[in-house]
């Protein structure tokens, strides 16, 4: 019996230590098979992305074929053409010169801006737009600087003046007459140092930016019939004079014009209803204006 028990025991053991064998033999090759598996995963999602990408390398190369041969060298877009508006002194030799390109090139495979930019190098051009045509021509809008006034600088102490008149826009840009051009017929600003002059640029010169402002203010106020503004003479640090039509002279600050003009067609009104011409106006003290008539 007790034989029996020992030989019975020890066939439980063999059979326990068999079943821990098959479940660590089992478990050994259920890791083997998930490693596999994850493997021909890995390998699939590698092999798809190998291949959108060469797919998308391909689109990639065949649209940039196509769309050079639907657009890039496409006859139709050849640029044949040139409008410039509107009818302006600048050349359009000059103008097409400046921009860079030529009749014959491809217009889609233009830079717009850098056209633009090109050609607004020119001094008097204030600003263009540039615009594609399709199929064949390049589009030009011009604004032509348009001076409103002639700058004669005055020279410095034994200089002599390679050029004695500029023109001179509303914004203040300074321009060289061309060559054996006839000057315009524009109100004169005088008094400015040549060194302070400085041709292709936006002057500074604050006294030269009042005459300006004071030009365009004076074609709307009420006494710019009694006042002859063909010439301004810069004095020195914010102050100009102009004459009148009879010959007498109109002294100027060069801030607060609008309440100069108030001023001085008080004393206009005041000489008309006593019969008498103004000789001389100083409006540069805050009060107390010095004024003299002729009798």
């Given at each position: 019996?007790r034989?029996?028990?020992?030989?019975?025991?020890?066939?439980?053991?063999?059979?326990?230590?068999?079943?821990?064998?098959?479940?660590?033999?089992?478990?050994?090759m259920?890791?083997?098979?998930?490693?596999?598996?994850?493997?021909r995963?890995?390998?699939?999602?590698?092999?798809?992305?190998?291949?959108l990408a060469?797919a998308?390398?391909?689109?990639?190369?065949?649209?940039?074929?196509?769309?050079?041969?639907?657009?890039?060298r496409?006859?139709?877009?050849?640029l044949?053409?040139?409008?410039i508006?509107?009818?302006?002194?600048?050349?359009?030799?000059?103008?097409?010169?400046?921009?860079?390109?030529?009749?014959?090139?491809?217009?889609?495979?233009?830079?717009?801006?850098?056209?633009?930019?090109?050609i607004?190098?020119?001094?008097?051009?204030a600003?263009?737009?540039v615009?594609?045509?399709?199929?064949?021509?390049?589009?030009?809008?011009?604004?032509?600087?348009?001076?409103?006034?002639?700058?004669?600088?005055?020279?410095?102490?034994?200089?002599?003046?390679?050029?004695?008149?500029?023109?001179?826009?509303?914004?203040?840009f300074v321009?060289?007459?061309k060559p054996?051009?006839?000057l315009?017929?524009?109100?004169?600003?005088?008094?400015?140092?040549?060194?302070?002059?400085?041709?292709?640029?936006?002057?500074?010169?604050?006294?030269?930016?009042?005459?300006l402002?004071?030009?365009?203010?004076?074609?709307?106020?009420?006494?710019?019939?009694g006042?002859?503004c063909?010439?301004i003479?810069?004095?020195?640090?914010?102050?100009?004079?102009?004459?009148t039509p009879r010959?007498?002279?109109?002294?100027?600050?060069?801030?607060?014009?609008?309440?100069?003009?108030?001023?001085?067609?008080?004393?206009?009104?005041?000489?008309?209803?006593?019969?008498?011409?103004?000789?001389?106006?100083?409006?540069?003290?805050?009060?107390?204006?010095?004024?003299?008539?002729?009798?």
């Open positions: 019996m034989l029996d028990r020992m030989f019975s025991r020890l066939g439980k053991k063999q059979r326990a230590r068999s079943r821990r064998a098959r479940h660590v033999l089992a478990a050994k259920s890791a083997k098979s998930g490693a596999q598996e994850f493997s995963r890995l390998g699939a999602i590698l092999l798809l992305a190998g291949s060469t998308a390398l391909v689109t990639s190369i065949g649209m940039d074929a196509i769309l050079g041969a639907l657009l890039y496409n006859q139709d877009f050849t044949r053409r040139f409008v508006e509107p009818t302006i002194k600048i050349g359009k030799g000059e103008l097409v010169g400046a921009s860079g390109v030529k009749i014959g090139q491809n217009l889609l495979q233009m830079s717009l801006d850098e056209i633009r930019c090109s607004e190098k020119i001094p008097h051009v600003s263009v737009r615009e594609r045509h399709l199929p064949d021509t390049l589009f030009l809008l011009v604004e032509e600087r348009r001076p409103v006034a002639l700058l004669a600088p005055t020279p410095s102490a034994g200089m002599q003046l390679a050029q004695s008149m500029y023109y001179i826009d509303s914004r203040g321009l060289k007459p054996g051009e006839k315009m017929a524009l109100p004169v600003i005088c008094g400015i140092s040549s060194d302070e002059v400085v041709e292709g640029e936006l002057t500074q010169h604050p006294d030269v930016k009042a005459a402002l004071f030009l365009r203010e004076s074609l709307l106020v009420a006494v710019r019939d006042l002859d063909s010439k003479v810069l004095e020195g640090p914010g102050r100009f004079h102009v004459t010959g007498g002279k109109i002294r100027f600050r060069t801030t607060d014009l609008s309440e100069q003009f108030a001023r001085l067609n008080v004393i206009f009104e005041y000489a008309e209803n006593k019969g008498q011409v103004v000789q001389t106006v100083d409006l540069t003290p805050d009060r107390n204006v010095p004024v003299t008539f002729l009798n």
